[in-house]
Structures are given as structure tokens and as C-alpha cells.
């Protein structure tokens, strides 16, 4: 090849893209993982995979991971309106790993301790709360927005699935959420198989995770939101139970994937509600109490509502103490 400055400057500008995806731990083979673990500073630049950040910055969130979505655009306009707080650690994984993982003992991520005192916890089962609040280690909580269940399925619907009914045909490969750690197969999408008279046909009573429930028919992911639309993309599924918002996401993002609508009530839009609140050990409480006045806001509920969430109610977004 002939050596021109054309072709030290395209070759040089590859190298930096090369580099930049290399420093995230980003790659077609992880489905991002990396981006789960995001540090926003308030000079706007994001570090992903710094861990060791849920010790050290300003303020720190566990989430449930299927809001990863919302997240730069809720957490920029925040820090837009809350300048001195320098950094902010968001985690955006399945929320019964983070309670049984890092929250009611010492867990690791990548081989590194995470601290178990984030300042903020969110779950989309209150029940993960009440847990807490039994062990001494939450008191107050507010339900700040909703989702619903939604099929999702590779670009034309090639495979033409109608329904949740098409998830008892033989001719399809499945990619859902595991049981043990993914709460919106285990509280939402099991329960909705179960309505549905699918149950034992679609997982054979199997609870794994990142496993063949069913060998070669129904896949259980890890990190749903991450693997079920790599996994149709890649043509190693063909249809997932996943959020609204995650369809939402993906066309939005250019990715070949549509959705499948779920009918009331199949979709569970009446039961899922995001559930967050402070950690009694947290070492930011006065920047939590800032963040949930926050959510309560105008602007972050519209922020929720552009990534296809469903707004709380002004009753819900009122902090109160959290159940028996």
C-alpha cells in the first residue's frame, strides 16, 4: 500500500477507535458487560469498569439493570443541576444479584471487592427492599416509574410470532431472562408462562442461568438486556421475553430488532413498579435525598418517559417507609 497522509490519518483515527473500544471492555463477545459498571463525572467525560469508584465517588447506585438506557441522559441532567457533585458510580445489573452479591455480603466484580454501601438501591420487587429493611439495612423507599413485558424478535419478524401464546411452538429458538437473578423473569415473565399455561413447556422446570433450560430450544441469559439482542442478531435466537423499554432501546440504538406487543395482563404492566431508596450505611445520604427529589421531578420522569418507561404517580414519588 502506498504511504500517504490520507493514510496515516484514516490508520491513525482506526488505532484510536481500537484503543477507545479496548479501554472500555467493550466487544461483540462480553454484550457490553463493561458498560454496567459507569462512573459520570461532572466534567462529562464517563469511565466504565471502575469498580473501585463504588468507594470513592460522590454518590453510588445500584440499579436494576434494565434502565442502563436512561442513564447518561437522567444522570447528565442531574449533574447539570447539581454541579458540586463531582462523580457518580452507577451499577446497572440484574438487582437479586446485587442484594445476594454485594448488598447481604462482600461480592466481587471482575476479581475486585465492590463496596456494600451504595447510598442508593433500586429493584423492580419491592420485596428486595423489605429484605433489607428487615436486616436493619434500609427504611425509606418511593416507586419512581414503570415497565411492561414485550417479545422481542429479529428485524420483520421473520419467525411471525403473533403473541406470548407463539412460545409454546417447536420451530423457535428461546433467549430469556434466568430465574435466580434476572427479577423480571423470576417475579414478572415466569408468572406471565404460568397464566399462560407454558410454564414446564418452555423453561422444563429448569433454574440456571447463562444454560440451556431446554437444550437448544430455550437459552437462559445471564444479562438479559445485554445477550437476548445479541443472541437474535446473531440468528442464535429468535424470540425473548424483555421490557418494553428494552425494544424501545434497540430500534432507537439501530439494532435489527422489533417487538412483539404482549396483551394486558399478560405483560404484567399492572404489578412492575421501580422501587428505589437509601442505604442506612451509605456515605452520601445528603446526595441521595437529592437524587430521589430528583426522580420526582418533572424533567426526570419525562427523561424515564422518552426511553418508553411509564411515569409514577405524584402519590408514588413521595418517599415513605418501606412495608412490613
Known amino acids: 500500500?502506498?504511504?500517504?497522509?490520507?493514510?496515516?490519518?484514516?490508520?491513525?483515527?482506526?488505532?484510536?477507535?481500537?484503543?477507545?473500544?479496548?479501554?472500555?471492555?467493550?466487544?461483540?463477545?462480553?454484550?457490553?458487560?463493561?458498560?454496567?459498571?459507569?462512573?459520570?463525572?461532572?466534567?462529562?467525560?464517563?469511565?466504565?469498569?471502575?469498580?473501585?469508584?463504588?468507594?470513592?465517588?460522590?454518590?453510588?447506585m445500584y440499579l436494576a439493570g434494565n434502565q442502563f438506557m436512561v442513564m447518561e441522559d437522567l444522570i447528565r441532567d442531574f449533574?447539570?443541576?447539581?454541579?458540586?457533585?463531582?462523580?457518580?458510580?452507577?451499577?446497572?445489573?440484574?438487582?437479586?444479584?446485587?442484594?445476594?452479591?454485594q448488598l447481604l455480603k462482600q461480592g466481587q466484580i471482575n476479581g475486585?471487592?465492590?463496596?456494600?454501601?451504595?447510598d442508593l438501591f433500586a429493584s423492580v420487587n419491592?420485596?428486595?427492599?423489605?429484605?433489607?429493611?428487615k436486616q436493619g439495612l434500609m427504611s425509606d423507599y418511593m416507586i419512581y416509574t414503570h415497565?411492561?413485558?414485550?417479545?422481542?424478535?429479529?428485524?420483520?419478524?421473520?419467525?411471525?410470532?403473533?403473541?406470548?401464546?407463539d412460545l409454546a411452538r417447536d420451530d423457535l429458538v428461546?433467549?430469556?431472562?434466568?430465574?435466580?437473578?434476572?427479577?423480571?423473569?423470576?417475579?414478572?415473565?415466569?408468572?406471565?408462562?404460568?397464566?399462560?399455561?407454558?410454564y414446564d413447556k418452555v423453561t422444563g422446570g429448569a433454574k440456571?442461568?447463562?444454560?440451556?433450560?431446554?437444550?437448544?430450544?430455550?437459552?437462559?441469559?445471564?444479562?438479559?438486556?445485554?445477550?437476548?439482542?445479541?443472541?437474535?442478531?446473531?440468528?442464535?435466537?429468535?424470540?425473548?421475553?424483555?421490557?418494553?423499554?428494552?425494544?424501545?432501546?434497540?430500534k432507537q440504538s439501530g439494532r435489527k430488532i422489533e417487538g412483539v406487543t404482549i396483551p394486558a395482563p399478560y405483560n404484567q404492566q399492572e404489578r412492575v413498579a421501580y422501587a428505589i431508596g437509601p442505604l442506612n450505611k451509605g456515605r452520601n445520604d445528603k446526595h441521595a435525598r437529592r437524587f430521589l427529589q430528583y426522580l420526582a421531578t418533572d424533567d426526570a420522569q419525562g427523561i424515564y418517559a422518552k426511553h418508553g418507561f411509564i411515569k409514577a404517580t405524584p402519590e408514588e414519588l413521595k418517599v415513605r417507609p418501606i412495608p412490613d
Open 1 to 60: 500500500m502506498k504511504i500517504t497522509n490520507a493514510n496515516i490519518l484514516n490508520h491513525g483515527w482506526l488505532l484510536l477507535v481500537l484503543l477507545a473500544t479496548a479501554s472500555v471492555g467493550h466487544s461483540a463477545d462480553d454484550a457490553g458487560l463493561g458498560h454496567d459498571y459507569r462512573t459520570f463525572h461532572a466534567d462529562g467525560h464517563i469511565t466504565y469498569g471502575d469498580i473501585a469508584d463504588s468507594y470513592h465517588a460522590d454518590l453510588v
Open 126 to 133: 419491592l420485596g428486595h427492599l423489605k429484605k433489607l429493611r
Open 208 to 250: 440456571c442461568k447463562s444454560c440451556w433450560a431446554v437444550k437448544d430450544r430455550t437459552w437462559f441469559t445471564s444479562r438479559h438486556h445485554r445477550e437476548t439482542p445479541q443472541r437474535i442478531e446473531q440468528g442464535k435466537a429468535d424470540v425473548g421475553i424483555v421490557w418494553t423499554t428494552e425494544v424501545v432501546y434497540g
Open 112 to 118: 475486585q471487592d465492590t463496596a456494600q454501601n451504595p
Open 147 to 165: 415497565n411492561k413485558l414485550e417479545l422481542m424478535v429479529a428485524q420483520g419478524n421473520p419467525k411471525g410470532i403473533k403473541g406470548p401464546e
Open 79 to 101: 449533574q447539570r443541576k447539581n454541579p458540586d457533585i463531582g462523580s457518580i458510580y452507577v451499577e446497572t445489573i440484574p438487582p437479586g444479584q446485587i442484594l445476594k452479591q
Open 174 to 198: 428461546q433467549s430469556h431472562p434466568n430465574p435466580l437473578t434476572e427479577g423480571i423473569f423470576k417475579f414478572y415473565g415466569a408468572q406471565m408462562l404460568k397464566d399462560l399455561g407454558l
